[in-house]
C-alpha cells in the first residue's frame, strides 16, 4: 500500500489542481474536512483514501523539548528569534511557471529591502532565522546581525529537525507555504511576509479566498511592517490570537501528538 505524506495541505493549488501530475496513493492523511476536500482533488482520490486522522510531521513538533532545541541551536532563551520559512517561488517541472517575477536572491523582498531589515531587526533585539525552500536558491550574501541563515545540513549536524526547529521559534513568518497550517497547533504568532501576495495570486493562486481573511495573521508588505509587527508582538500586542484559534479549529480534526499512531493503526501495524 502506498501512503502519501504530503509535506503539507489546503493553502495552493497542487497536483491536478496545478496542472502538475496527481500522485498515485492508496491513503493519504489530512488535518481536517477542508483538507480531505482538496487533497481528493489534488491527487484524483476518493474520500474514503483520505483519512481525517492528522500529519504525523506534526507528532514531532508537538513533542519537541523546546528549551533542548534552541540549545543544540544555539538560540538562548531570553532572545525572541522568529523562524523565516518563505514558500517556493520558482518554476515546476509540469506546472505553469514561476509563481512571482524572479528576484536576484530567491526572496520576496530585494537585497536594499533585506539590509534595511537586519538592521531594523538588529536594533530592535529580535533575530530572524531564516531556513529558505530546499528547492530554492537563496542568496543573502554575508552573514547579518538580526537575520540568520540556516540550512538543512545545519539542522541536521544540530541534532534536531525542521519541525522541532518550528516548536522552539517564538513565531513563524511565511507567505504562502502550507507550514502555516501545521504551526497553528503551537498557537503562536504568525506573520505573512507576503509582498508580492498579487502577482502570486495572478500567476499561481491561492486555495484560500480571500486570503487575508484566512490568514491568521497580519500581512507585511515591506520590511517596515514587519519588524513593527514583530515589535508589537513581543510588546503583547497579539490581535491574531482568537483568529488563529478559530482557524486551527477549522484546520486541525486532532490538536493532539498521536497522528503517527492513528495512521499505523489504520494500517493495523
Not at 549536524?157 to 526547529?165: A, D, K, Q, R
Amino acid at each position: 500500500r502506498n501512503v502519501l505524506l504530503w509535506h503539507g495541505e489546503v493553502v495552493k493549488p497542487v497536483g491536478a489542481l496545478h496542472n502538475d501530475r496527481a500522485l498515485a496513493a492508496d491513503l493519504a492523511p489530512v488535518c481536517s474536512e477542508v483538507g480531505r476536500g482538496y487533497r481528493c482533488a489534488e491527487f484524483r482520490l476518493q474520500p474514503e483514501q483520505v483519512p481525517v486522522i492528522g500529519a504525523p510531521r506534526n507528532d514531532r513538533m508537538l513533542q519537541a523539548d523546546r528549551r533542548a532545541v534552541r540549545r543544540n541551536l544555539g538560540w538562548s532563551e531570553q532572545d525572541a528569534i522568529w523562524l523565516w520559512l518563505p514558500t517556493y517561488r520558482g518554476a515546476l517541472s509540469g506546472g505553469r511557471g514561476g509563481d512571482t517575477v524572479p528576484s536576484s536572491n530567491g526572496l520576496p523582498f530585494d537585497d536594499a529591502s533585506l539590509s534595511y531589515l537586519t538592521q531594523r531587526l538588529a536594533s530592535a533585539n529580535i533575530t530572524l532565522v531564516l531556513k529558505p525552500h530546499p528547492m530554492a536558491s537563496v542568496n543573502v550574501g554575508d552573514a547579518r546581525e538580526g537575520l540568520q541563515v540556516v540550512r538543512q545540513h545545519q539542522i541536521e549536524y544540530s541534532g534536531t529537525s525542521l519541525y522541532e526547529m518550528l516548536a522552539a521559534a517564538d513565531g513563524l513568518v511565511t507567505d504562502a507555504s502550507s507550514v502555516w497550517i501545521d504551526y497553528l497547533l503551537t498557537l503562536r504568532p504568525i506573520i505573512f511576509a507576503f509582498p508580492d501576495i498579487e502577482e502570486y495570486r495572478k500567476r499561481r493562486g491561492l486555495n484560500l479566498e480571500p486570503y487575508e481573511d484566512w490568514a491568521p495573521g497580519p500581512i507585511a508588505r515591506d520590511c517596515d511592517t514587519l519588524v513593527r509587527l514583530m515589535t508589537e508582538i513581543r510588546a503583547g500586542q497579539d490581535r491574531y490570537a482568537r483568529h488563529r484559534s478559530e482557524m486551527l479549529t477549522r484546520l486541525h480534526h486532532y490538536r493532539d501528538a498521536r497522528s503517527a499512531d492513528r495512521l499505523l493503526d489504520l494500517l493495523g501495524l
